[in-house]
Nanobody, 122 residues
Framework: QVLLVESGGGTVQVGGSLRLSCAASERTFSSYAMSWFRQAPGKEREFVAAASWNSGSAYYGDSVKGRFAISRDNAKNAVYLLMNSLKPEDTAVYYC???????????????WGQGTQVTVSS
């Protein structure tokens, strides 16, 4: 069982930046691919970014490419999402997720955090 806890959400103005963090409980954290998803009210959960176990591979959703960056620190059992040039449409609850294989699909992840709210105000 992998426990994930997100933090760093909040309200930011259009064009601003925010860094989300996700702390994992698992001793073998470095074995897991880590991802970020988001869900806005009334919408399906959407893929944002993913990083392989050794950060050798990283993937991004089309809507965040060039603005968001995923990184991880295996020594700290943590994964981060740096969000720049934020837009109102980035407003959502952001979730981190973990599983052994990297994927862009929601159903491929067994372990999820509780989410952290990001609101971008204009």
């Amino acid at each position: 069982q992998v426990l994930l806890v997100e933090s760093g959400g909040g309200t930011v103005q259009v064009g601003g930046s925010l860094r989300l963090s996700c702390a994992a409980s698992e001793r073998t954290f470095s074995s897991y691919a880590m991802s970020w998803f988001r869900q806005a009210p009334g919408k399906e959960r959407e893929f944002v970014a993913a990083a392989s176990w050794n950060s050798g591979s990283a993937y991004y959703g089309d809507s965040v490419k060039g603005r968001f960056a995923i990184s991880r620190d295996n020594a700290k059992n943590a994964v981060y999402l740096l969000m720049n040039s934020l837009k109102p449409e980035d407003t959502a609850v952001y979730y981190c997720a973990a599983d052994l294989l990297i994927s862009k699909q929601v159903q491929r992840y067994r372990y999820w955090g509780q989410g952290t709210q990001v609101t971008v105000s204009s």
